[in-house]
């Protein structure tokens, strides 16, 4: 006899995300995936200026914001042929380095991490073998007796007033947690201190783009102009602030983020064997050193892995009608003229909301027919993984030194072979090491960005081809990019100098995606299969392997759905 776990909604992410597992024996048989969101965004962007969509994809999300809108600026920029200064390609990069850093290290510490740190536990050790455990690891200042045993005090208010605040509603003391006290008040104390950290180095993004979280960017280069003098400009006083932030943040990564990873990592060696899921991997590759053009320069290498076979590389061509496409077969949304099967390539897509089937509210998903607002995204016909286990896959198997440098340095550490990163353990140390190499990256363009200015190269933006009377009269684009959680592109196409067609495939779309016609589960499905459950009223093991992905539903989906919602958007698409 089976057992239908339903978690909903899963939480500590960013969105509306609803697990519906079934148990069988005490393992996952089988599982679901539903956006519980309805998507909509491209339909606000119909008609209007392709300058101006950078401004509405930002604000997808909260949290993803600057990839968005690197991406819908790339997406124009390519439609228009327009090649930006180096300055603001070295601009771009470091903002998008700094993303990486604080994205990761928030992922990590505040969603991911009391998957797998019990809170609680670490009332009870102590506090002198909690400072010998933290010296061990790293030389961060911050690991006195007297440090952890203010911070266990702190704590214990906590809990004894049965207000646990932030900690509340943590599945404390199930058997899944495995690591001793000490380690858990180590962990519990990096929590707190990167709360503190991660406002600083967001900092940057304010200083390049005006503001955070959603940090201005232009069509045709940077919001920002270079003047070492000008008290308005960025100018030698700002340029210095955004060196040390950098070099703070590659601090933090190497002597609080990464310890504890490898710290944490071995007391888990059996989660090396669950949750890979998938055996495909998609990377559209970022960051530019000779231009978007030049794909080959990317520090991130494009390309797809399939059935885990490291000695092949595939190409991408994301402007290949027969590469991406998008399915609805299980999801709320009809093609032109009712069709539901058959994949659209995005220059094609359509987004609307004239389904009429069965939706929410439920008690149980109808996984019989359509159960998500998601669309499921295909390679050449395959389910996907993406994100930072795939970039440094892809990497590591493109032979980028960097990147086979510290994912063998990794391995070497937690003496674990490569099959290792095919799980959730796997995919957790992947975004701890691509973190470090982003840290190191964003100084690299940081130093470049200073020497241009040193040679007197201060441009950043050209107005070439800014003006529409310039442009052609069908014109149609994709801007690429790697946000943290994976591949993500914006296709649009522009007719009469306005936004006929506008759709962004991201990186939770491909893998929190429902299944697609041929029944294959995507990534978050698939990575479930066969994971023990030991208490279905607690299942920690089930948002363990989710988190690991580091889910974002509202850039999968972009608008709440409410029954006078879903009547205005159908009369604007009508």
């Not at 998008?96 to 740190?117: E, K, N, P, R, T």
């Not at 008040?185 to 503190?196: D, G, I, P, Q």
């Not at 392997?545 to 409410?562: G, K, N, Q």
Request: a negative charge; proline letters at 6%.
């Amino acid at each position: 006899m089976s057992t239908r776990i339903v978690v909903d909604p899963v939480t500590r992410i960013e969105g509306h995300l609803r697990i519906e597992a079934e148990v069988k024996d005490g393992k996952i048989i089988d599982a679901w995936s539903a956006g519980t969101m309805v998507r909509g965004l491209e339909i606000i962007l119909k008609g209007r200026d392709p300058r101006d969509a950078w401004a509405f994809c930002e604000r997808v999300c909260g949290v993803c914001t600057t990839v968005h809108a690197l991406a819908s600026v790339r997406s124009v920029e390519d439609a228009l042929d327009i090649r930006i200064p180096p300055n603001a390609e070295l601009i771009r990069n470091i903002m998008f380095c700094s993303q990486y850093i604080h994205d990761h290290v928030v992922h990590f510490y505040h969603l991911h991490a009391l998957d797998w740190v019990d809170v609680v536990s670490a009332l009870k050790a102590d506090p002198a073998a909690t400072s010998k455990l933290a010296q061990s690891v790293s030389k961060w200042p911050k690991s006195s007796p007297g440090y952890f045993s203010d911070l266990q005090k702190r704590l214990t208010k906590f809990v004894e007033s049965g207000q646990l605040g932030i900690f509340a509603n943590g599945y404390w003391g199930h058997p899944a947690f495995k690591l001793p006290p000490e380690a858990n008040l180590m962990a519990v104390a990096h929590y707190l201190e990167a709360l503190e950290w991660q406002k600083e180095i967001v900092k940057v993004h304010t200083i390049f783009g005006g503001k955070n979280p959603h940090p201005n960017y232009l069509v045709g280069g940077a919001p920002c102009s270079i003047n070492l003098d000008e008290a308005n400009a960025i100018n030698a006083e700002r340029l210095a602030f955004v060196g040390q932030t950098l070099q703070r943040g590659l601090e933090f990564v190497e002597q609080v983020y990464i310890p504890d990873v490898l710290a944490v990592a071995p007391f888990y060696l059996d989660w090396a064997g669950l949750g890979g899921g998938l055996e495909n991997y998609l990377c559209y590759g970022d960051l530019p050193t000779n231009g978007f053009a030049d794909v080959k320069g990317f520090k991130f290498p494009r390309g797809a892995i399939l059935g885990r076979n490291l000695n092949e590389v595939h190409a991408v061509d994301p402007k290949d009608d027969t590469g991406v496409q998008e399915f609805i077969d299980n999801s709320w949304y009809e093609y032109e003229g009712g069709a539901i099967s058959g994949g659209r390539h995005p220059w094609k897509g359509e987004t609307n909301l004239k389904y009429s089937g069965p939706k929410p509210p439920y008690e149980h998903l109808d996984v019989d027919q359509k159960y998500s607002w998601l669309k499921t995204p295909r390679w050449k016909g395959h389910a996907m993984e993406v994100g930072p286990l795939s970039r440094m896959l892809v990497g590591y198997a493109s032979g980028n030194d960097a990147i086979k440098g510290a994912v063998t340095d990794t391995l070497g550490a937690l003496k674990a072979p490569a099959s290792v990163l095919f799980s959730t353990l796997g995919r957790t140390a992947a975004r701890a090491i691509e973190s470090r190499l982003a840290a190191m990256w964003g100084l690299e363009f940081f130093n470049q960005l200073l020497a241009n200015i040193k040679a007197g190269d201060t441009r950043t933006f050209t107005k070439e081809k800014w003006e529409p009377s310039t442009w052609p009269a069908e014109a149609r684009g994709v801007g690429c990019s790697e946000a943290p959680r994976g591949a993500l592109a914006h296709w649009i196409v522009i007719k009469d100098q306005k936004i006929a067609n506008y759709q962004l495939v991201v990186p939770s779309t491909w893998n929190a995606s429902p299944r697609d016609g041929k029944g294959q589960r995507s990534a978050y499905e698939a990575s479930l299969i066969g994971t023990p459950v030991h208490d279905p009223q607690q299942p920690l093991e089930i948002i363990r392997t989710i988190h690991s992905f580091d889910p974002c539903l509202a850039c999968a989906v972009h608008l709440y759905e409410d029954q006078k919602e879903i009547a205005r958007h159908e009369l604007l698409v009508k």
